[in-house]
Structures are given as C-alpha cells and as structure tokens.
C-alpha cells in the first residue's frame, strides 16, 4: 500500500541518537488532543424507513439482500461506492464507509479508516512483526494472534473509532529477494509457510472459532481479511526499476508452486473475503487487469466469496506508469470487466461514468462489483441494526490491550527470537552474577525499532534497553550510532564502555530507513560503520560479547560468525510491544530459544543477483532462490535456530511402500498417468482418492536438557535428485512442543500425497512422481514409495 508522507522534526540530546518525531511517534507519546468519537453509524434500524425492505432482512442471504440494495441505488450512487472512501446514501439509510484499514501484526493506523487520535483509546496490542511470529512455526499461535487483532478492530468499531472493518490483511507474499524492504511484512520464503501462516490469520482475523482445517467462516464476519498482493509481488524501488512499472517474467511453474499457493490457502482454507491484487505486471498484464487472475482464478477455481481490492492508486498507475491502456476510461473499464471489485483510490470514481457513456464500460459490470462491496458489508453486520445488540456488540475498551493480549504479544515475540550462535554457553547469562553490564547500539532504546511497519501506537511497551534493566542492577547505555544508517559512530567510547563492564550486549541492525514499503536495499552487509564498532566493542570487552540484531530482512554477519570474541548472536527480528522483556528473558534463561529463520541468509555476493530477475529455479550461473532451489552458500540456512538444550528427534511411518496408496494411484489408469507414464497428475487422481492416500508419520522428540524448552520439528520430503525443476526439498509440515529435561513426546503428523509428495511441472500442472520419495526430519530420513512393489 502507498503511504503520504508527513512533516517532521528532531529531538537532539547529547551524547544519544537523534530522535525523529513525526505524527507517527506524536501519537505514541499521545500529544494529539482528545476527540470524543461516537457511536458507529447502521443501517436498518427499527425506525428506519428501511427496514421493511428486502436488504434489511436478516434472514435472507447476504448476497441477496446486497442484490436488492444494488438494485435500488442510482448508476451515480453505484459509481461512488468503487474507491476505498464510500459515500453514504441517506435516502436510503447507508452511512459511508472507509474501507482502507490495517492489521498486519495488531491495528494499524497506515489506512483512512482507524483513528486513534481521538476517542478513549489511544493504543492498540502490537504482535511482532510479521517475519518474526513466522519463526515460532505455530499456525495455532497465529490463529490467536488474528483472533485478538480482529476483536481490537471491532471493538474500535463500537467506539465510533473505526470508520471500517475491511482489514487489507495478512501479506502473504513470498519473500523471494533478501534485499526486499516488505520481507518483513510476510511469513517468508516458503509457501508451505505462507499458506498456512494465511489461513490461520485469516480464521482469527474474521472470528472463526477454530482454525481447524476447513472451518467455515463465521455467520457474521468479526472483520473482513484480504490476503495482499497477488501476485509475485516482491519489489519495491531497486536501481531505478520501481514497482509501479516493473514488468515481472513468471514462469507457470513457479506461479504454481511459489507465489500463488498462499493466495490459494487464504481464499480456499482460511476462507478470506479479500484479495488484493498487487502493481506487478505479471508476463505482460497488469495483476488488477487479469481476468484469468481475478475471475478465473479467485473466483472460479477458488470460489472466492468476498471482493477484489486494487493496491493504492494501482488502476491510475496502470494508465500513467505501464501504459496499458490508452485512456482512463479504457483503464478502468478493463479492471472491473477483468474482476476488480474496488479502487484503492478515486480513479474508477472518476472515470467509470465516462466509460459507461463511451460504450467502453457495462453498466452490468458496475452492479457486479457494487454487489460484491455490498455483500461484504452485510457480512459484516453493517445492515442489521445496530450493532450493540449483533455477536460482536459487547466489544468495547475493555477489550484492547487486555492481559491476555500482552500475554500473548510476550509469547509471540518468545517463541519467535532466533538463537544463531552460542560459543562455549555464553547464553544463557545468569541473574545476580552480571553485575553490570553495557547496553550499546542505536536500536537498544528505540520504540519504533520494536514495531517494523504497518503498526499501530502499542499497548506501553518494553525497550530492549528496558528489559535488560530488570535484570541487572547496573546498566550503562550508549547509543553508539546517530541511526541505523551509521554514518556517525561514537566507537572509542563504545569500546571504552564495553571494557568497563561485566557484560556486553549490542543492539545492532536495519530500520525503515533501510527496508520499508517504498525502499529495498543493495547490500546485505550491516549499515555504515556497524561492523566497525561492534568488531572493536567486542575487541574491547572483558569476555565475548552478545549481538542482538534486530531487522526484518536478512543479513551477513559472517564477520559476527568468526569472530570468537563474538560469544553469542539473536536475530529478534522488530518484536513488537513486548520486545524488549522478552529478549531480555532469552538472554537470562527464563526462556530457552526455540525459533528457526523462515528465510535463508544469503551472502553479499548474493546480492549481483538482478532483484527483477524472478526465476525460483538456478540455471546455468544463476543459483536460484531460497532453501527449495538455492545451491549457492549460506551465511545461514531456513529452519536454523539454536536451544539451550539438546533435542533428538526421529521420523516413524506406518509403512514403506504403502500398498493402497499404490493401487489407488494404479486404479487412475490413463485419467492420471503423465504422457510418459512416470507420473500422476494430482488433478487426474481426483479429490476423493486424493483423501483416501492420507497416512500418518510421526517424530519422537526428546529433550536430553538441560533446560526445559519447545522444540519445533521440521518435515521435509525430498526426491531422488533435484531434476525437472524438482526442489532440492521441500518442507511438508512443522510442529512445536514443550518439554522438561528427560521427557519425550510423538508429534503425529497427517502426510498427504497429493499435496505433500506432488512436484509442479513446466506446464504448471501438479504430479506425483512413482518411485521413491524421502521424508526428512533433521538428519534422520525414511524412504517412501509410489508405484513400485
């Protein structure tokens, strides 16, 4: 989504990092004057004139009743409702709308419609940024954290404080390129990930009350979700090629198997009322142009029920900055007749009327998407009364920020700090034995490092800084850089701090500055003089240091690697409102790390790499990208994470070659077999043998201490070589368990073929390969078979 810009100034105190202060951070410290806000605006109420029509009764489809108001509004009215600011209709009782709202990783206040400027409630719970709740590997832990994300943003609604409920969330893009400034906005690099990290939020976000496999959606939509931006979206400005004109090369393999399943799993498991398409001209047609993309695909293959959202200003910049049509009206004529449901922005607003009366535009394909808006407004409840008295009527202040929501903000960002490095047990530090220790680096005490971006002001959180001074008694702080970008270093005082002191923790990383909507990076290396000053604090220090790095992207630390004066390192990914206490408790042992990267950190020479180039697949001199294709050198691999404890783990299955699974595949014949005969096409097998090829495996884990902690088992299936297009591997499922020291625990995991063991072809159609297939689990594995006795 686009950002405006805004005003700011600069707060200078010696000796500490400039402070920027924006509108932003005015309302973290709530210097906005209060305003009293109401009580939402509804539809159909008892003395409405309203209320006897169609659209007000509850007791017919939402679809329907959307029909029948569609139906009553002029061509006019219909028109005003395609942008994201929706005027209201009085004659007919329908208050405006705003349908721009936010909830990456809690409420936001990035869209039009949240306003916690005004009102009772200033704050909102902040989760950790999204990349960093994906290292947990928990879909149940995300699942919740939409849960409370979505009660927050209805509970604002009833405060008069929200002016929509359309929440332009989860980002469920592949985070293919490191350099990316959104990566930190996604679940990261694999789709298996993304695609349930999707479903899971989506089910909290909307309020439904499980997130079992194949929950329905809610009668009534707690808030609405849209899974953002489809599709193969993953480049914001690099060397001149900005997202608004990029032209993105796709292949149909890797469209099926990379950057279109998490979309499939929002709409088809997780059953999102939303997607948004992305700027991206995909193989020559703008996203929000593609009809195969939008009606073909959303619609029909995945049977979406919702509407399809514009990014910001995407049906202008198509005409402006791809130039794919020559006028406005044939612009927004070809987005709705392709599926487009609504304009982030005023353009079809504009335009749509002139391109009705210039023959270019139906008036058919107006209604259709009015409907769809309609429909989703009726969803959520916008035209049966008021609210107070609907399920979600109870939700008010007493519902934000809660307990167990910073509980939950605590356990996220827990579960999800990644231990990268302990050289001779420098971690776990011991309360009352540091007696004191010094804090260095710009991102130690800085309450925007904690929150990435799309965030809303947090429930009162906790600086790095903070958590580490209620553990020790003594803490001596320095900045040590004027920002992330480090382009001016205090490092003689730094080093001097670092020798005066029992213990040396340095926060160090990125900020927006560096990776952000809007701005990707060029180098994988520490900013400025980064490494400089850690390498020589570290020189400095009484013993090995502890390096703390808190960014959304990857990194090279391979400096930080080597260097046996560098005792320990954490990735933290931005953690949130509770950032700071939970480090702190991973530093001090009252938590045993048990996160794994979602992402591979890649080297700087990776970096040579064109961004725009988007093959997944290495050929030639190209490496290919992420763990699935990579063959190039790490700096660390996906799935990489530390304990403080020993676990083993080994994989159990209840048979080799399992002999229905051989029949049923067999019993397809000539409907599934390849041209070739060496594989089955997984739409030829059909869905109900599909379900009957289902069988268990299971990991026994165990934890030979010393500590307590979770661990996460990670199942991946591998081939017998990486041919055709075949991932190196792939990961086909990921669970999480706690244990004591000396207990054990089997972790049952459901395996289907057709999803788990199928490969995309050339052609982008899935098979399953007969003969041997591998599932993996750390270095243990156990062979299993297709179509041999």
């Known amino acids: 989504m686009g950002a405006a810009s805004a005003s700011s100034f600069c707060i200078r105190n010696p000796?500490?990092?400039?402070?920027?202060?924006?509108?932003?951070?005015?309302?973290?410290?709530?210097?906005?004057?209060?305003?009293?806000?109401?009580?939402?605006?509804?539809?159909?109420?008892?003395?409405?004139?309203?209320?006897?029509?169609?659209?007000?009764?509850?007791?017919?489809?939402?679809?329907?009743?959307?029909?029948?108001?569609?139906?009553?509004?002029?061509?006019?009215?219909?028109?005003?409702?395609?942008?994201?600011?929706?005027p209201g209709v009085p004659r007919l009782g329908v208050p405006g709308y705003k349908w721009w709202n936010e909830a990456l990783h809690?409420?936001?206040?990035?869209?039009?419609?949240?306003?916690?400027?005004?009102?009772?409630?200033?704050?909102?719970?902040?989760?950790?940024?999204?990349?960093?709740?994906?290292?947990?590997?928990?879909?149940?832990?995300?699942?919740?954290?939409?849960?409370?994300?979505?009660?927050?943003?209805?509970?604002?609604?009833n405060l008069g404080q929200a002016e929509g409920l359309t929440m332009w969330s989860p980002n469920v893009n592949i985070f293919r390129d490191p350099r990316w400034g959104r990566g930190q906005e996604t679940p990261g690099e694999d789709p298996a990930v993304a695609s349930r990290y999707g479903a899971a939020f989506v089910r909290g976000l909307q309020g439904s009350p499980s997130n079992a496999h194949g929950a329905a959606a809610p009668p009534v939509l707690q808030t609405s979700a849209c899974c953002k931006h489809a599709t193969a979206y993953d480049l914001e400005d690099w060397k001149g090629v900005s997202r608004y004109s990029f032209k993105a090369t796709v292949t149909p393999q890797d469209l099926a198997d990379t950057f279109n399943p998490p979309f499939r799993s929002c709409v088809v498991d997780g059953k999102a009322s939303c997607v948004m398409c992305a700027y991206t001209s995909v193989n020559g047609v703008p996203s929000c142009a593609n009809a195969d993309l939008l009606t073909k695909t959303f619609r029909s293959s995945w049977g979406l029920d919702g509407y399809v959202a514009a990014d910001c200003d995407a049906v202008a910049i198509m005409k402006a900055s791809q130039f794919y049509r020559p006028t406005a009206e044939d612009t927004v004529a070809a987005t709705l007749k392709a599926g487009l449901d609504i304009d982030c922005g005023p353009y079809i607003q504009q335009y749509a009327t002139s391109a009705i009366q210039k023959g270019k535009l139906a008036q058919q394909d107006v209604d259709k998407a009015?409907?769809?808006?309609?429909?989703?407004?009726?969803?959520?409840?916008?035209?049966?009364?008021?609210?107070?008295?609907?399920?979600?009527?109870?939700?008010?202040?007493?519902?934000?920020?809660?307990?167990?929501?910073?509980?939950?903000?605590?356990?996220?960002?827990?579960?999800?700090?990644?231990?990268?490095?302990?050289?001779?047990?420098?971690?776990?530090?011991?309360?009352?034995?540091?007696?004191?220790?010094?804090?260095?680096?710009?991102?130690?005490?800085?309450?925007?490092?904690?929150?990435?971006?799309?965030?809303?002001?947090?429930?009162?959180?906790?600086?790095?800084?903070?958590?580490?001074?209620?553990?020790?008694?003594?803490?001596?702080?320095?900045?040590?850089?004027?920002?992330?970008?480090?382009?001016?270093?205090?490092?003689?005082?730094?080093?001097?701090?670092?020798?005066?002191?029992?213990a040396v923790i340095l926060f160090m990383g990125l900020s927006q500055n560096q990776e952000s909507e809007g701005k990707d990076r060029t180098s994988l290396l520490l900013p400025g003089n980064q490494q400089s000053l850690i390498t020589a604090v570290a020189a400095a220090a009484k013993r090995p240091v502890i390096l703390v790095l808190l960014t959304g992207g990857p990194v090279d630390i391979t400096f930080a690697q080597s260097n046996p004066k560098i005792g320990a390192i954490l990735w933290a990914g931005y953690p949130g409102q509770a950032g700071g206490l939970a480090i702190a408790k991973v530093l001090f042992g009252e938590k045993n790390p048990s996160g794994k990267l979602p992402v591979t950190w890649?080297?700087?020479?990776?970096?040579?790499?064109?961004?725009?180039?988007?093959?997944?697949?290495?050929?030639?001199?190209?490496?290919?990208?992420?763990?699935?294709?990579?063959?190039?050198?790490?700096?660390?691999?996906?799935?990489?994470?530390?304990?403080y404890s020993k676990f083993s783990q080994r994989l159990h299955t209840s048979r080799k070659n399992p002999a229905h699974n051989t029949s049923l595949l067999a019993g397809g014949g000539m409907m599934a077999a390849t041209e070739d005969r060496t594989s089955y096409y997984v739409d030829g097998i059909g869905d109900e043998v599909c379900e009957q090829l289902k069988f268990p495996a299971v990991v026994m884990v165990k934890n030979h201490g010393p500590m307590d902690g979770k661990h996460t088992a990670l199942v991946f299936l591998r081939w017998p070589n990486a041919t055709d297009g075949r991932p190196a591997r792939q990961l086909v499922g990921f669970q999480s368990q706690h244990l004591k020291v000396g207990e054990k625990a089997n972790l049952r995991f459901e395996l289907s073929p057709c999803e788990h063991f199928s490969r995309v072809r050339r052609d982008g159609r899935r098979v399953i390969d007969k003969g041997s297939h591998f599932l993996k689990v750390g270095r243990h594995e156990v062979e299993i078979g297709y179509g041999t006795e």
């Open 15 to 86: 000796g500490m990092a400039a402070l920027v202060v924006t509108p932003f951070l005015l309302l973290l410290l709530g210097s906005y004057s209060a305003v009293e806000a109401g009580a939402p605006p509804f539809s159909c109420s008892p003395s409405s004139p309203s209320k006897a029509l169609p659209f007000c009764n509850t007791k017919l489809p939402a679809a329907q009743r959307a029909a029948d108001l569609v139906s009553r509004l002029t061509p006019a009215e219909k028109v005003a409702q395609l942008g994201d600011i929706a």
């Open 106 to 157: 809690g409420v936001a206040i990035s869209g039009k419609g949240i306003h916690l400027d005004q009102g009772a409630v200033r704050a909102t719970s902040s989760f950790p940024q999204v990349l960093l709740t994906a290292a947990a590997f928990n879909d149940n832990l995300w699942f919740r954290i939409g849960q409370a994300t979505g009660k927050e943003a209805r509970a604002l609604y």
């Open 370 to 502: 009015v409907k769809n808006l309609f429909t989703t407004r009726m969803r959520l409840g916008h035209f049966d009364g008021d609210p107070k008295t609907g399920p979600y009527g109870s939700f008010g202040a007493a519902h934000i920020c809660t307990q167990e929501h910073k509980n939950l903000a605590l356990e996220a960002a827990l579960d999800g700090i990644v231990l990268l490095k302990n050289t001779a047990g420098v971690l776990p530090l011991k309360r009352g034995a540091v007696a004191s220790a010094a804090v260095i680096g710009h991102n130690a005490n800085d309450v925007l490092a904690l929150l990435g971006n799309y965030w809303g002001p947090p429930c009162p959180p906790t600086t790095p800084l903070q958590g580490i001074q209620g553990y020790v008694k003594s803490v001596k702080f320095l900045a040590g850089c004027n920002s992330a970008a480090c382009n001016v270093a205090a490092t003689p005082q730094a080093a001097a701090l670092a020798a005066s002191s029992d």
């Open 602 to 643: 890649y080297p700087e020479e990776y970096t040579k790499i064109p961004m725009t180039d988007m093959r997944m697949r290495a050929a030639g001199g190209y490496p290919g990208r992420s763990y699935r294709f990579y063959n190039g050198k790490t700096v660390y691999k996906f799935g990489f994470g530390l304990s």
